[in-house]
């Protein structure tokens, strides 16, 4: 049931030659005018609890609370004794996603303002891809990204193409073999998320509390990407609670961990790598700041700093080669529009499946009611009665 793309360059087909069969990921093909991208809009927002049961509403919503400068978290504690980890194993594809657009589907009717037809058609969305804000990330990060690959699964229903990440086989055996130090590692970006957060607006954080992992609040915002219309949902660590503060993406913040910098090469290091990802993931849904907490070998965080999304591409700017936002944002639309010309069927039971491994170029294969399929009946029987 497969078929396989193969030759030529990641051009756009000119009419009335076949589409291209591969896209192209060299950095230099990208390296043009920053491509339009909307301000993103929150459209709504939904939660998963600590049974990664979903509701529609904020129930999860965290509040920040700001930390000392040199605060001596012990991020290591909990870990043994107040930690529930979420399945890994259990693969969710897009169905929050899609619980949350079956509740919600009266504000996707397009105005003309987002580029939408506003026609009254009842089954279609007024968007060109529903995905996850991580898979776009991954987009975003891709031609500067030498280690992981990716694959991406597409289905188009009603005109609308959904996006939903595929584990590789390299992905799966190194979660499975994953060591113990790596395992703890993980939980201490979640541990420091609950030294700086609290549950309701003027509380306080609960650091003997356990981490739930498979506790999250997400937001859905609504942008466009050049001519494409983006609906995708991330997950959101925390609020600014002041009266202040913007409304929402404005007034989210992102919390994260990295290693302490102590040398002239870990700086760059850090500027080279954890800041890519950490600006991706930020600026496609426009949440504006990033709390960094700094921590030792023994998970004790020794400095918290604040960046500030928009200016991260200034702060790279010093660092030879180093990687620039227009590469991210013109290979990502690339890609999208590289979707367009290559899916073909409106068929929920068709997947198009992309493929990327480093140092290659962006492939894929069709395949027609199999393992790859990812769209839930009870979501296609909604959405085309
Ligand atoms: P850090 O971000 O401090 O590394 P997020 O920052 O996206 O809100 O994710 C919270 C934490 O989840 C991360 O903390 C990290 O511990 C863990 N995490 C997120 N993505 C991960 C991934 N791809 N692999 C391993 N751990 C991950
Ligand atoms: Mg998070
Ligand atoms: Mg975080």
């Known amino acids: 049931d497969s078929k396989r793309g193969s030759s030529s360059r990641g051009e756009r087909s000119s009419p009335?030659?076949?589409p291209p069969r591969v896209l192209s990921v060299r950095r230099q093909l990208y390296d043009r005018d920053f491509p339009l991208y909307k301000q993103p809009v929150e459209v709504g927002h939904f939660s998963l609890d600590a049974k990664r049961r979903f509701f529609s509403d904020a129930r999860q919503l965290r509040y920040y609370v700001q930390p000392e400068r040199c605060p001596n978290f012990d991020l290591r504690d909990g870990y043994r004794d107040r930690y529930v980890k979420r399945?890994?194993?259990?693969?969710?594809?897009?169905?929050?996603?899609?619980?949350?657009?079956l509740a919600n589907r009266s504000k996707l009717r397009g105005t003309p303002d987002q580029g939408g037809t506003a026609?009254?058609?009842f089954n279609r969305l007024d968007v060109d891809f529903v995905t996850w804000r991580g898979h776009l990330t991954k987009l975003l990060?891709?031609?500067y990204e030498?280690?992981?690959?990716?694959?991406?699964?597409?289905?188009?229903?009603?005109?609308?193409?959904?996006?939903?990440?595929?584990e590789t086989e390299a992905a799966r055996q190194s979660r499975e073999s994953r060591t113990e130090r790596h395992e703890e590692m993980m939980f201490w970006g979640y541990r420091f998320e609950q030294y700086c957060c609290a549950d309701k607006p003027g509380g306080r954080p609960a650091p003997r509390g356990v981490v739930n992992t498979n506790e999250a609040y997400c937001t859905v915002v609504r942008t466009r990407l050049a001519g494409h219309r983006l609906l995708f949902s991330g997950e959101v660590d925390c609020r600014d609670e002041s009266p202040l503060s913007p409304p929402a993406p404005g007034c989210y913040i992102e919390l994260k961990t990295s290693a302490e910098i102590c040398t002239p090469k870990q700086r760059s290091n850090f500027h080279r790598f954890k800041l890519l990802k950490w600006w991706a993931q930020s600026f496609l849904p426009a949440v504006p700041r990033i709390v960094a907490g700094f921590r030792d070998d023994n998970g004790v965080v020794v400095s918290v700093e604040t960046f500030h999304t928009s200016k991260i591409s200034q702060l790279i700017k010093s660092e030879p080669n180093c990687w620039k936002p227009t590469v991210c944002m013109n290979f990502c639309c690339d890609f999208l529009s590289f979707v367009k010309t290559v899916v073909a069927e409106d068929d929920p039971r068709v997947v198009y499946l992309f493929s990327w491994e480093p140092y290659r170029d962006v492939t894929y294969s069709v395949h027609r009611d199999s393992e790859y399929s990812f769209l839930p009946d009870w979501y296609v029987k909604e959405m085309t009665n």
Not at 90 to 99: A, F, I, N
Request: no cysteine; charged share 20%; net charge negative.
């Open 16 to 18: 009335g030659s076949p």
């Open 87 to 101: 399945d890994e194993a259990v693969k969710e594809g897009l169905d929050h996603l899609l619980r949350w657009i």
């Open 119 to 121: 026609s009254p058609a």
């Open 141 to 143: 990060t891709t031609p």
């Open 146 to 166: 030498t280690r992981e690959g990716w694959l991406l699964a597409v289905s188009q229903l009603g005109g609308t193409l959904y996006v939903s990440e595929v």
